[in-house]
């Protein structure tokens, strides 16, 4: 409720279980979608995929792993 009493156009929730989840705001509700509308190359799964990769390898080669796919996707 109160994102949306500051109008935040885009919420951003990640659980326990690794899973993010995009809410935009459209007519004064949340709706659940599964990339970005502010950054609609973003998708959810691209995030869980380096957020895992970046457990377990050199956050430098994934940092670059991501900017490189996300450059292509746009």
Same mark, same amino acid.
Do not use: C
């Given at each position: @409720?109160? /994102?949306?009493?500051?109008?935040?156009? @885009? =919420?951003w929730m990640w659980d326990k279980h690794d899973v993010l989840t995009f809410y935009v705001l459209?007519? &004064?509700? /949340?709706?659940? %979608? *599964? &990339?970005?509308?502010?950054? $609609?190359?973003?998708?959810? @799964?691209?995030?869980?995929?380096? =957020? +895992?990769?970046? &457990? *377990?390898? *050199? $956050?430098? =080669?994934? +940092?670059?792993?991501?900017? +490189?796919?996300?450059? %292509?996707? *746009?």
């Amino acid at each position: @409720e109160i /994102y949306k009493d500051l109008g935040v156009k @885009e =919420v951003w929730m990640w659980d326990k279980h690794d899973v993010l989840t995009f809410y935009v705001l459209k007519d &004064k509700q /949340y709706v659940q %979608q *599964n &990339k970005s509308s502010i950054l $609609p190359a973003l998708t959810s @799964e691209i995030i869980e995929k380096y =957020v +895992k990769l970046m &457990k *377990n390898d *050199n $956050p430098r =080669v994934i +940092k670059k792993q991501f900017l +490189k796919e996300f450059d %292509q996707s *746009n």
